[in-house]
């Protein structure tokens, strides 16, 4: 990503003016998300329900958008990516893998078909995204592989054995995230880890002032979370070899504290 995009303040009136100039036709769109959005926050003031809410509306309309794909092919592309990405850096078929806001089995599909049976463990707050992620698991016919699709309100991770994950894995998740969900996600995935284990996650990343927009889209310095996560105890590093796919986010590898 640019240098000009890294400083850009998407909340900031003088951004969102040259914008709108600049992209006329996507004026109506924006106004209607953002009264959508103010009802939504103003029925769940929690972020979490507030959410799933948007997905639950987003989904509706087409789950594959809701993920943040607007063409199937754009959706084969992002997942390939993942998956490529983590096959290059040594997943195994004996690995153990979370995927935290695994969505509708974008990247999912391809870790479940790659991982032995029952290692593919997928949690999202959406239970509309993840009635979307079992119609991807029938029709790429995995059901052989048995993977775990669960539901959940929060990141403490409690219901989850320890040390028992090699690779624990957040794709766009913490971009629609505030920081207080992050630190939940921090202050617990360190016991879920496997010995020699890591956290992959990605982010929107910002090189001027953290902001976000309609409290759907965050924007966080890496030198933030890299803190955040050594409150935690945990060794945090920015993965450079990611900045060459064509992704508009960052990706941050946490490593198994032990
Ligand atoms: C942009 S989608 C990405 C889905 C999937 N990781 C992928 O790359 O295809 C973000 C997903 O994260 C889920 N999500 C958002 N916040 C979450 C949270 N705090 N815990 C678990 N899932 C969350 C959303 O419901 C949504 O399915």
């Given at each position: 990503m640019s240098r000009t995009s890294m400083l850009?303040?998407?909340?900031?009136l003088t951004h969102k003016l040259s914008y709108a100039v600049r992209n006329p036709a996507r004026i109506t769109p924006y106004v209607k998300r953002t009264a959508r959005d103010t009802w939504l926050r103003l029925k769940h003031p929690n972020h979490v329900d507030y959410y799933r809410a948007v997905m639950a509306s987003d989904t509706n309309r087409n789950p594959e958008a809701a993920v943040g794909s607007q063409t199937h092919e754009r959706w084969l592309a992002l997942g390939e990516m993942q998956f490529n990405y983590l096959a290059e850096h040594g997943l195994k078929p004996s690995h153990r893998m979370l995927d935290i806001?695994?969505?509708?089995?974008?990247a999912g599909w391809r870790f479940i078909a790659h991982?032995?049976?029952?290692?593919y463990y997928g949690i999202d707050i959406s239970p509309d995204i993840l009635i979307s992620a079992k119609q991807t698991l029938t029709t790429y016919e995995l059901?052989?592989?048995l993977p775990h699709l669960t539901i959940t309100?929060?990141?403490?991770?409690?219901f989850l054995p320890e040390a028992h994950f090699d690779v624990v894995h957040a794709h766009s998740v913490f971009s629609h995230s505030p920081i207080t969900v992050i630190d939940e996600c921090f202050a617990n995935v360190g016991r879920i880890l496997a010995p020699g284990g890591f956290f992959d996650f990605t982010f929107d990343r910002t090189e001027g002032a953290e902001h976000q927009v309609l409290r759907e889209d965050f924007y966080y310095r890496t030198e933030t979370l890299v803190k955040l996560a050594r409150k935690h105890g945990l060794e945090a590093r920015f993965m450079?070899?990611?900045?060459?796919?064509?992704?508009g986010q960052s990706k941050i590898r946490v490593n198994n504290p032990s």
């Open positions: 850009k303040n998407r909340a900031s806001g695994c969505g509708n089995l974008r991982l032995d049976a029952g290692n059901q052989e592989k309100q929060n990141l403490k991770l409690d450079e070899d990611w900045e060459t796919r064509k992704h």
